[in-house]
């Protein structure tokens, strides 16, 4: 590894500049492929393209990827479960921010 | 180091048996899991709880730990005993083989010195590294916490990270190295900054991995954030509610001179508009009116307020809870 102590690392915001290959997200999520194909076949992920191979994920699919795989590790619900979790907490978050 | 009560932990006895440590884990993960908790400390909380049932659910980290417990009871210091490692022969579970994703140094270094780094990363690793394929290094995540103020101008932070890396016999241990990392202007807290080739080393020619930051903002006495929006609450005198006044109002970026409009009510929210976080489009900024009403003690203040109520012989704060 290069020594980095005198270089300052950019930080690009994923959210706003990155999108992921199937293969890339599975590297970044931690997910394997069939999990990911999982959270794509339940309507968690929506990559643009036709197919695994041609597939491209929007910058926010990390942080979701993350979060299912999390919920369905740490509260052994499956990913199936993690996703009517997930859009629980999307529908909730809703209602607060009318609240406001 | 600290002791832990992993059996405190989860609120159980330590006659407990696998079942009772299970949903012992399972109410409690349900209750602070940071992704659905709203509890204060929900994170701190959880990964304390992960950690008792990863040391508990397995027999044989139960029983090893039940070993050191009893020790520690009798008074003694805790020390984990040399060649504790070598002693005990676990059979390799991982956490659920997440290890990875989850970031660097999990669990405290308690766990961490009774059982090791056991982790579905470091056995991952230990496979590239002995592969005979080039592999990519691995991808990493961190959490960087930040002020306010970073966000609105940008800001350089050095970080300490911990990281694993695989030596020469293939053995994974953790690396501290420091990184300094540029924070662009207006991000948001949840967002995440990926720095390219900051991960784990690259093996057979392959390139390293990224480091992912995960952006969370420290708390700020008076600014409050929503997405890029950022709030705060500014405190007003009755009269300069009533009768709108022009006063002086705090911004991340220094203060300004805001204009209350007559009649505001408590509660009221005045913009400013794109003063929030910078991006585009920009945040707003709002003031949140907080009526302030001053006490009385003196007899020309409450004959003020006397006054006042003679004034609106018809005002009824409580019209709407008549029946």
């Keep these: 590894m290069a020594d980095l102590h005198s270089l300052i690392a950019p930080g690009v915001v994923v959210e706003e500049h990155v999108a992921f290959t199937f293969t890339a997200l599975c590297r970044a999520s931690g997910a394997d492929a069939s999990q990911l194909q999982a959270l794509v076949d339940e309507g968690l992920l929506h990559p643009a393209g036709c197919g695994p191979d041609d597939w491209q994920f929007s910058g926010n699919s990390l942080a979701r990827a993350r979060q299912a795989l999390r919920l369905a590790q740490d509260l052994e619900l499956g990913l199936a479960g993690a996703a009517i979790v997930m859009d629980l907490l999307a529908e909730i978050e809703s209602l607060r921010s009318r609240l406001r | ?323």
Aim: aromatic share 8%; hydrophobic share 35%; no cysteine.
């Design chain 2, 1 to 323: 180091m600290e002791f832990k009560d992993y059996y405190a932990t989860l609120g159980v006895e330590r006659s407990a048996t696998q079942d009772e440590i299970k949903r012992a884990y399972r109410k409690l993960a349900r209750k602070y899991h940071p992704d659905v908790s709203k509890e204060p400390n929900a994170e701190a909380r959880f990964k304390d709880v992960a950690e008792a049932h990863e040391a508990l659910i397995d027999p044989e980290r139960r029983a090893a730990y039940d070993d050191i417990a009893r020790r520690h009871a009798s008074g003694q210091p805790f020390e984990p005993p040399p060649g504790w490692d070598s002693g005990f022969e676990f059979s390799g579970r991982g956490r659920g083989g997440d290890g990875t994703a989850r970031g660097e140094a999990d669990f405290s270094d308690f766990f961490e010195s009774l059982f090791g780094r056991g982790g579905g990363g470091a056995e991952g690793m230990r496979r590239h590294a002995t592969g005979p394929r080039p592999a990519q290094g691995a991808d990493h995540h961190a959490k960087v916490t930040i002020d306010l103020l970073d966000s609105y101008r940008g800001a350089q932070r050095t970080m300490s990270l911990r990281m694993p890396i695989v030596d020469a016999q293939g053995r994974a241990m953790l690396k501290e190295r420091q990184l300094e990392v540029a924070i662009p202007r207006g991000v948001r807290r949840g967002q995440h900054l990926r720095l390219l080739g900051q991960g784990s080393a690259g093996h057979g020619g392959a390139p390293a991995g990224d480091l992912y930051l995960e952006i969370d903002f420290a708390p700020h006495p008076v600014f409050r954030l929503d997405g890029r929006d950022v709030y705060f609450d500014l405190p007003v005198a009755p009269w300069e509610a009533s009768l709108g006044a022009t006063v002086q109002a705090p911004t991340p970026e220094g203060s300004v001179q805001l204009t209350v409009p007559p009649g505001s009510t408590q509660g009221r929210k005045l913009r400013l508009r794109g003063k929030g976080l910078p991006g585009t489009p920009a945040g707003d900024l709002y003031a949140v009116l907080a009526i302030d009403v001053p006490a009385a003690l003196a007899e020309p203040e409450q004959a003020a307020w006397q006054a006042l109520a003679r004034a609106y012989p018809a005002f009824n704060p409580r019209a709407a809870l008549e029946p």
